[in-house]
Every structure is written in C-alpha cells, then in structure tokens.
C-alpha cells in the first residue's frame, strides 16, 4: 500500500560547484531525519552518500548518490506544546523527500544531467565565500533546460571570508534577477549563531552537539532594521505575481505570512521566482529550515500536472500522450542511470511518472520495443539497498537485473506503450589510449570497458583502425583517471594510459557535390553502387542530419540504409586528420543503379567515396575545444598568470575581485592547458588555483596549428 499521498513526495537535488558543501547538506538532511544516526564528514572519509572508495580518498563526489528519508516542519513541532501534538502534527504533516546528491566537478556533469531530468525541484548550494563560481553557472543552466524550480542555499557563511551580501549579488547578477532573500544570517565567520527568518519575522538558533534543538526567538535589534527592509523587498516581489498580493500591496494592506507562502511557493514553481536561504551545514546550522523550504516551496509530482506535463509520443503513431502522476494511471518509467553493484549485477534507476511498477511483472522497453521482467526492486539508500513489492507515480528507486535497458529508455505497461523524451548527453572532450598489461588482462578489459560504458553515457569506447590500439574519451582527465582507477579496482584489470590527447572534431565550411561510383567485376557477379552527395554546413552542434532527395526509383529504396550507413562511416573517418566530422547536413539526390551487380556493400562504399570528396570540396576544416577557465590568484601574480594565459591562446573575459584575491575569467583552449596546474603554482609561489574547467564551445583550429596536428605534432 501507497504511504504518503503524491502531494506529499517531493524529489530534489542537491547541486552545486564543486566544494561548496553539497555533500555535507546531504549528510546533515540524513541526520536530522533520523535516516543515519552519526553525521558522515567529508573531510574524514565517512560520508554517506560519498561511498565509493575513490570519492572517499579524493573528498569529492563522483557519482550521484540516491536516498529517501522523512520531515516535517521543525517550525511546527518547535511550537508544539508536548508529544500528543508533535505526534498529531506528524501525522498531517509529514513528508517523503527523495534526495539525490550529485557531483560538483565539470567531469561528472553527466550525473547532474539524467538526475535533474528525473527531479521535480533542485536546492543550489554556494559557498559562502566564493559566491557563483563557473560549474554553479553550468548546473544552473542545466536546471533551466529541464525547467527545474529551485532554491538557494548561501552555505559556508560560518568560514573567514563569508559574505551573505557578496554571494547573493553574484547570484541576482550573474544567475537570475528572480533571486529573493527569505533568510538572513545573524553574525558571520566565527561569530555566526543563526539566521532571520524574514517571512515569519523570528530568529532562530541551533544549540545541542549538533545543533539539534532549534530555538525561536525575536530578531536581534541590531539586524532589526536590515530585516525590515529585506522583507519589504521580498514582499514586493511575491506581491508582483499574485494580483490578490498586488492589490492588499499597493492599498497598503497587510499580507499574511500565510499568504506571503502560498503566494512564494506558486511564483517558485513557475519558476518566477528563487529563494535564498543561508546557513552553515558544517556548524550544523539552517539545515533544518533549509527542509522546512524545501516543503513550502518546492514541487510535489501532482504540480507537474499543470507546469510540466508528463509528455511521450505513441511509438506506433507517433501522436503526443499525455500521462498524469496517479496510481491508475497506465504505468510510465524513465531508466535514469545504469550501474554495475558489485552484490547484486546491474542495477537501474528509474523514476515512476504514472502506475505501479509490481514485482514480478512484465513491462515494455518502448524505446527498444523489448520486454523485461521486474525481478527485484530496490529503493537506495546511497549504496544501501531496501527491497520492495511496488513502486508508485512519484518513487525514485532501482530495478536489479534488467537485460536490455539502458540509459534514458522508457519503460511503461504492454498495453499502453509511450516513448518519453531521451536525455542528451555532451560529447567527450579528451582521449587516452590504453592497453592491458597481459594477456590476462586482454579479454578482462573488454567486459570493464563495456560495463563502464554503459553506466556512464559520456564515456566513449573505440578502437583505432591503423594501430589496432583501444582510445578511451570521456570529459576530463579526472574522469579518465577515475574509469582506470574502477578497471582496476572493481574488475581486476590492470592497463597501461598513454598521453592524454584531445578530441577535435572536423566540419566543412562551405557547400559542395561530389560523386561516388563503385564498379568492380571480378568474373561471376560484380559489385555495382553509384550516387551523387551534396554536404551542407550546419550551425555548430546540430550534428549530423541525413536527406533523402531520391525520387522514382533512381535508387531502389532497399538500398538507401546503406548509403546513410555509409555516410556515417566516413564522418566518423573524417578527411582533414581523420577526426569525426560533425555539423553536416549530406543530402542523396542522385545515382544509378545495376539490375544484377548492385549490393548494399557497393553503395555503402560509394556514400563513403563520395562524402569523402564532398567534404574536402566544401572546405572541411578542424574544431578544438575551448574550455572555461577561471583562475585565482593573490594581485601581485595577476600579471604573470594573465600573460602565461594570453601565451596560451587564451582570451581573457573578465577580472574581478574576491575578498583579497584577483580573479581572471578565460576562454582557452583544452590542447592548451595540458600541464597547467603546475605552471600556475609556479609562477604563484604556490598560491594560485583554478577551479575544474568546463567546455564552452567548439571552435575553428588556426592554420598553422591545423598542421601540426596534421603532423602529429600536438
């Protein structure tokens, strides 16, 4: 049987840059719900939700850890006059928060994407300090893609340094106009002891070990007047999307705080406005109300009914379906993540939009129009498994054992097949070559390579033609040194990495026709394929788009997979460094064909001819990527570390200023800052950094450069 109502679900996410403190949130949600019963530090390798060996050495998260647990909020029972009525409360009050923590560094942004592509609403999380840092910017734009009602958390405010100020003008300015401040701190640094709750009017305070107990009291006569003028801010705000608010507001009415609530949490779910909330997570301060908001302002799955519909298409049809977040509804399944548990095999992550999924049953792979048998279902707790005999419209959990179900498939009742929106994935920016250290190894490496492929869907697995030598690509560096790193640990599989290298990419600038004829006679039948191409540049990042032009019979129809296929495999071949050719619209217009000597492999080989010529007609040349860097440096290395970028065919965008450091935006390009961490501690004595860096854009490779690449140079 359901426990809790949908409107009673709510599925967040916690994201963020990296090091802001997102996992130390997680680990205090977890104890103030009773869920863990001893806070897991990260610094100390204990965290809950970091439990891979390799975020637990390193101190960051790497995959995205799911868990569910249970508030009600701590405003009501503070008041609450003894048990009868805190049990009372609970009862009415209570709530399932399905939680997912997901990694900060650029490299595992793969995990940020299908995570928000499942969540209803996402809690932000900053640093104090730092305020928006480049990977906030990229998770905040991802949340906007999926149109994901969200929430700040101002965290860290307990370090030297913090600024509640500074954090929430780099929020309103570089991030969204619609951030509104609901909290304000009492004190900071060492002095930070709580925080205003401007909506309420109250101060409150944490005491106990771990701040626990939450204490109510009047706000601080010295904040008294900040407090006024932020809520007067605030209530202007929510009044502007409320016509009821509007008109009290402008006669001079007072508005409720109940009122004020309703009228945040509707502007918050349309995504018209942010909250900002601000604690200290570490100290053990403002977790607690930070649920509390997460109740008030965020989506349950019975208001995706009117903001975002649960769309899919009728993949016999092809009409739109739409589907509602109720039990009786048909039952509709997005896989969001796939992963290899070493107890139990293959587990997949699924949200339930609609229906019960029941143990035991049947259910349809729309997406690849193949069955598979629920055999186990699983809610997570982190790496923790708890089984279960249905899941309901609203549950996040995991299935074991799926045969043939992969990232971003639908899975849905036989009887009513929907298709839901596939999630997109960025391409791979780097690639190492590897190779097993024995023969052992050999066959070993293979099934690693596979399994950890199919986890994780910027993770790239190919083999060069000429050396016969395995390349794998994925994100990053760290990505890279990761997989290698769970080759060896969880497979078995010891390999040697060779040098990283970038991922360029080819395209054409121009338009051009080429023909492609195939003829070969060889006594008995021959092979006879002949077709005329036309390419066609695209706006950077439309990929690769196929049109058939062939009109009465020219080609017979039985052939033209084969001309695309064809096509695909001289993309992937390029023509200027025999990097993949993208942006390209190719386009079959023309042929002939032969009765008896025509075959799939000789027009497979003429699309092939032809492309190739029609590229290097059309002016094909190479893209590199260009990564985000930003760099922090004391002021008296600002000079060298902007010239060191400059030599690096860096554009610089933008400097700043952060508490006593100098801050130097970049655009660079990725073959460039191989090598670069240990140039800048070079020239900074040591005290320089810069954060992750992230993929702006692909861009063209000046002509000189081009040919060294050629030459194997760089």
């Given at each position: 049987?359901?426990?809790?109502?949908?409107?009673?679900?709510?599925?967040?996410?916690?994201?963020?840059?990296?090091?802001?403190?997102?996992?130390?949130?997680?680990?205090?949600?977890?104890?103030?719900?009773?869920?863990?019963?001893?806070?897991?530090e990260?610094h100390?390798?204990?965290?809950?939700?970091?439990?891979?060996e390799?975020?637990?050495?390193?101190?960051?998260?790497?995959?995205?850890?799911?868990?569910?647990?249970?508030?009600t909020?701590?405003?009501?029972?503070?008041?609450a006059?003894?048990?009868?009525?805190?049990?009372?409360?609970?009862?009415?009050?209570?709530?399932r928060?399905?939680?997912?923590?997901?990694?900060?560094?650029?490299?595992?942004?793969v995990?940020?994407?299908?995570?928000?592509?499942?969540?209803?609403?996402?809690v932000?999380?900053?640093?104090?300090?730092?305020?928006?840092?480049?990977?906030?910017?990229?998770?905040?734009?991802?949340?906007?893609?999926?149109?994901?009602?969200?929430?700040?958390?101002?965290?860290?405010?307990?370090?030297?340094?913090?600024?509640?100020?500074?954090?929430?003008?780099?929020?309103?300015?570089?991030?969204?106009?619609?951030?509104?401040?609901?909290?304000?701190?009492?004190?900071?640094?060492?002095?930070?002891?709580?925080?205003?709750?401007?909506?309420?009017?109250?101060?409150?305070?944490?005491?106990g070990?771990?701040?626990?107990?939450?204490?109510?009291?009047?706000?601080?006569?010295?904040?008294?007047?900040?407090?006024?003028?932020?809520?007067?801010?605030?209530?202007?705000?929510?009044?502007?999307?409320?016509?009821?608010?509007?008109?009290?507001?402008?006669?001079?009415?007072?508005?409720?705080?109940?009122?004020?609530?309703?009228?945040?949490?509707?502007?918050?779910?349309?995504?018209?406005?942010?909250?900002v909330?601000?604690?200290?997570?570490?100290?053990?301060?403002?977790?607690?109300?930070?649920?509390?908001?997460?109740?008030?302002?965020?989506?349950?799955?019975?208001?995706?009914?009117?903001?975002?519909?649960?769309?899919?298409?009728?993949?016999?049809s092809?009409?739109?379906?739409?589907?509602?977040?109720?039990?009786?509804?048909?039952?509709?399944?997005?896989a969001f993540?796939?992963?290899?548990?070493?107890?139990?095999?293959?587990?997949?992550?699924?949200?339930?939009?609609?229906?019960?999924?029941?143990?035991?049953?049947?259910?349809?792979?729309?997406?690849?129009?193949?069955?598979?048998?629920?055999?186990?279902?699983?809610?997570?707790?982190?790496?923790?498994?708890?089984?279960?005999?249905?899941?309901?419209?609203?549950?996040?959990?995991?299935?074991?054992?799926?045969?043939?179900?992969?990232?971003?498939?639908?899975?849905?009742d036989?009887?009513?097949?929907?298709?839901?929106?596939?999630?997109?994935?960025?391409?791979?920016v780097i690639?190492?070559?590897?190779?097993?250290?024995?023969?052992?190894?050999?066959?070993?490496?293979?099934?690693?390579?596979?399994?950890?492929?199919?986890?994780?869907?910027?993770f790239?697995?190919?083999?060069?033609?000429?050396?016969?030598?395995t390349?794998?690509?994925?994100?990053?560096?760290l990505?890279?040194?990761?997989?290698?790193?769970?080759?060896?640990?969880?497979?078995?599989?010891?390999?040697?990495?060779?040098?990283?290298?970038?991922?360029?990419k080819e395209?054409?600038?121009?338009?051009?026709?080429?023909?492609?004829?195939?003829?070969?006679?060889?006594?008995?039948?021959?092979?006879y394929?002949?077709?005329?191409?036309?390419?066609?540049?695209?706006?950077?990042?439309?990929?690769?788009?196929?049109?058939?032009?062939?009109?009465?019979?020219?080609i017979?129809?039985?052939?033209?997979?084969?001309?695309?296929?064809?096509?695909?495999?001289?993309?992937?071949?390029?023509?200027?460094?025999?990097?993949?050719l993208?942006?390209?619209?190719?386009?079959?217009?023309?042929?002939?064909?032969?009765?008896?000597?025509?075959?799939?492999?000789?027009?497979?080989?003429?699309?092939?001819?032809?492309?190739?010529?029609?590229?290097?007609?059309?002016?094909?040349?190479?893209?590199?990527?260009?990564?985000?860097?930003?760099v922090?440096?004391?002021?008296?290395?600002?000079?060298?570390?902007?010239?060191?970028?400059?030599?690096?065919?860096?554009?610089?965008?933008?400097?700043?200023?952060?508490?006593?450091?100098?801050?130097?935006?970049?655009?660079?390009?990725?073959?460039?800052?191989?090598?670069?961490?240990?140039?800048?501690?070079?020239?900074?004595?040591?005290?320089?950094?810069?954060?992750?860096?992230?993929?702006?854009?692909?861009?063209?490779?000046?002509?000189?450069?081009?040919?060294?690449?050629?030459?194997?140079?760089?």
């Amino acid at each position: 049987m359901r426990q809790y109502p949908p409107e009673k679900y709510r599925n967040i996410g916690i994201i963020a840059h990296i090091d802001a403190g997102k996992t130390t949130v997680s680990e205090r949600v977890l104890f103030y719900t009773g869920i863990s019963h001893k806070i897991g530090e990260v610094h100390e390798g204990e965290a809950v939700m970091d439990w891979m060996e390799q975020e637990r050495e390193r101190g960051i998260t790497i995959t995205a850890a799911a868990t569910n647990c249970f508030w009600t909020p701590v405003r009501l029972l503070s008041r609450a006059a003894d048990e009868n009525e805190r049990q009372k409360i609970r009862s009415e009050k209570e709530h399932r928060i399905n939680v997912i923590d997901t990694p900060g560094h650029v490299d595992f942004t793969v995990e940020v994407e299908r995570s928000l592509r499942v969540l209803d609403g996402g809690v932000v999380v900053f640093d104090g300090v730092a305020g928006v840092e480049p990977q906030s910017e990229t998770v905040w734009h991802q949340a906007d893609k999926y149109k994901v009602p969200r929430m700040c958390f101002i965290n860290k405010l307990d370090r030297m340094g913090a600024s509640f100020e500074n954090s929430f003008r780099s929020i309103y300015e570089r991030l969204t106009p619609n951030a509104v401040a609901i909290q304000l701190p009492i004190g900071l640094e060492a002095n930070f002891e709580g925080v205003v709750d401007l909506i309420e009017r109250k101060a409150y305070y944490f005491e106990g070990e771990r701040g626990e107990k939450v204490l109510e009291k009047e706000i601080p006569e010295n904040l008294a007047s900040d407090a006024e003028k932020y809520r007067a801010k605030l209530v202007e705000k929510i009044s502007e999307f409320n016509e009821d608010l509007l008109s009290k507001y402008l006669n001079g009415e007072e508005i409720s705080i109940d009122e004020l609530r309703a009228g945040l949490r509707s502007a918050t779910l349309k995504n018209q406005l942010v909250p900002v909330l601000c604690g200290s997570a570490l100290k053990n301060k403002a977790v607690q109300l930070l649920l509390d908001a997460v109740l008030d302002y965020l989506p349950s799955p019975m208001d995706l009914i009117e903001l975002k519909p649960i769309k899919g298409i009728d993949p016999k049809s092809g009409a739109e379906i739409i589907r509602n977040p109720s039990d009786s509804e048909p039952l509709t399944a997005l896989a969001f993540k796939i992963a290899t548990d070493p107890f139990v095999g293959s587990l997949t992550y699924f949200r339930v939009y609609s229906g019960v999924l029941k143990k035991g049953t049947y259910v349809l792979n729309s997406s690849k129009n193949d069955q598979e048998r629920i055999g186990r279902i699983v809610r997570m707790h982190a790496n923790k498994r708890e089984e279960v005999d249905e899941m309901y419209a609203g549950d996040l959990g995991a299935i074991v054992g799926l045969k043939n179900t992969s990232t971003g498939d639908t899975l849905c009742d036989p009887t009513s097949p929907i298709i839901l929106d596939k999630i997109t994935f960025p391409e791979p920016v780097i690639s190492v070559r590897i190779e097993p250290k024995t023969k052992a190894d050999q066959e070993k490496m293979g099934i690693a390579l596979r399994k950890l492929s199919d986890e994780d869907p910027t993770f790239r697995v190919s083999g060069d033609m000429e050396t016969g030598e395995t390349i794998i690509s994925g994100m990053g560096e760290l990505h890279l040194d990761i997989l290698v790193d769970r080759m060896k640990r969880e497979f078995g599989v010891e390999a040697n990495v060779g040098r990283p290298q970038v991922a360029y990419k080819e395209t054409i600038k121009g338009e051009a026709e080429a023909e492609g004829k195939y003829i070969r006679q060889s006594g008995g039948r021959g092979q006879y394929g002949h077709v005329w191409l036309r390419a066609k540049s695209l706006e950077r990042g439309k990929g690769f788009v196929f049109v058939n032009q062939i009109k009465g019979g020219v080609i017979p129809q039985e052939f033209i997979p084969a001309v695309e296929k064809g096509v695909k495999e001289a993309l992937d071949k390029g023509v200027v460094a025999g990097y993949t050719l993208t942006d390209i619209e190719v386009t079959l217009y023309d042929g002939s064909y032969h009765d008896v000597d025509s075959s799939e492999i000789a027009f497979k080989i003429a699309a092939s001819m032809a492309l190739s010529e029609a590229a290097r007609r059309a002016k094909a040349v190479l893209l590199e990527p260009i990564m985000k860097v930003q760099v922090i440096v004391p002021p008296e290395f600002f000079g060298d570390a902007s010239g060191d970028l400059n030599s690096r065919r860096g554009k610089i965008e933008n400097m700043s200023d952060r508490a006593n450091m100098k801050v130097i935006d970049s655009k660079v390009p990725l073959a460039e800052m191989f090598g670069y961490a240990t140039k800048l501690r070079s020239i900074t004595q040591g005290r320089g950094s810069f954060p992750p860096m992230e993929l702006s854009h692909y861009e063209e490779v000046p002509n000189n450069i081009t040919q060294q690449i050629i030459e194997g140079k760089k």
